[in-house]
């Protein structure tokens, strides 16, 4: 209704958009800016996207505050119960009711570090999340009009230069995935699903938090170091 309301009385100061693409975000320096490397986080540590997490969610999760919090087996099983109804509801009842048309399902690659916390400080939601990944390749495998693709195993999950936070990456992945599509790679069957979790695990556990932090903190003094002496060379 916005975009149909501005076009008969424009409102003030409003951006010219891509009507195809009227979400799109990447095109905007509020998020393009922070795309490079983590030296670009820092560098626009304001930004709230990037702020809490790197001045107050990495330092306490490097300490190892939230180590291994773990969940009664009752909780468990009703998280998994929820999760099922939700993909029955929302996609595998729709993809069986329309048998006639094709379904490409993607798990999006959030930066290697939204799953090593899990996998390392809350092993219960790295299992719902894994729980989710099976069940959905379980029940849509005798389906021949879908199909499920994971990339959780892949490298540039680890180069914090793809993405803007810790979840949204670069635009140009998309035409990764529609290559992966077009050309039948990263599909997930249920002959290569245990190994593929298997992977994305360690891949999650082998991630080193800490470490992560030290090049954050690094660079936090650096950054004051340069303010501190371009103020000196304004005074003199």
Known sequence: KEFIKNIFSPAANLQKINMDRPNAWFSDPFHAVRFGGLAQWVQHIENPQVNNFLLHELPALAKKSHKNQEQPEGYIREKESALRDYLDSYLIDIIAQHPKTKFYLIFPPYYRFTYANMAQNAPYNFHLHQYAVRY???????????????????QFLDDIANYKDTTHFHHRFNSYFLDAIASNTHILTVHNLEQY??????????????QLNDEVQSLLRKQKEDALQTSKSAME
Not at 136 to 154: A, C, I, R, W
Not at 197 to 210: G, R, V
């Open 136 to 154: 959905l390749v379980s029940k849509t495998h005798p389906m021949k009009n879908v199909h499920v693709y994971g990339f959780e195993d892949q």
């Open 197 to 210: 979790l298997a992977s994305c695990k360690n891949l999650a556990l082998e991630f080193n938090i800490s």
